[in-house]
């Protein structure tokens, strides 16, 4: 069996971008294979973490291996400009483009960033919303509406895994809104 990972990775903040850019540079270190492939969208922070590039856009990457933790060597697949990642349709389009360029019998999702439990997760505050003082985040309904999308849009029915790097997120609000897909 064939097996994609999707790592969604919303580091553009202050806290996060770091800790973030080690992660998807510790994916990098095990790469892909013939059959585990591993794909990430990475949108990181202005003013914060200035390494590798200092680069702020939200960009793909198809993750080969590579040893080195400070610089993201892999593929860059495209370059989108600064997006919401909190926008339940940027998920969508991310887990489209994936599953459609690399089709696999088995699909992970792992959304990285804040987590709020019920509240949400991928709290993004790049572009700012004028309407509101907070970060735009995707809440758990909207995640549930982005799951559902991505059912009726993609080849995709249930993800083997679907994991939520964030904290607060191991709770039955959520685990009930997952649970179908």
């Known amino acids: 069996q064939t097996w994609l990972v999707m790592l969604y990775a919303d580091a553009d903040d202050v806290v996060i971008e770091y800790p973030l850019f080690l992660d998807v540079n510790e994916a990098e270190k095990v790469g892909s294979t013939d059959r585990v492939k591993i794909v990430v969208q990475l949108d990181r922070y202005e003013g914060a973490f200035d390494g590798d590039g200092d680069w702020t856009t939200t960009k ?81 309904n909207e995640l549930d509406e982005a799951l559902q999308k991505i059912q009726t849009t993609t080849g995709v029915q249930k993800f083997e895994l679907i994991g939520l790097d964030a904290c607060l997120m191991a709770q039955l609000e959520v685990f009930t809104a997952l649970a179908p897909y």
Request: hydrophobic share 35%; no cysteine.
């Open 60 to 140: 793909r990457f198809y993750l080969t291996q590579y040893d080195d933790l400070e610089q993201i060597k892999s593929e860059q697949v495209a370059d989108l400009g600064e997006v919401n990642m909190a926008d339940l349709n940027i998920l969508v389009d991310f887990v489209s483009w994936a599953s459609s360029t690399y089709p696999a019998d088995k699909y992970v999702l792992i959304i990285s960033d804040h987590g709020g439990g019920w509240t949400g997760i991928a709290w993004d505050p790049d572009p700012p919303d004028p309407d509101s003082e907070w970060p735009d985040g995707m809440e758990i």
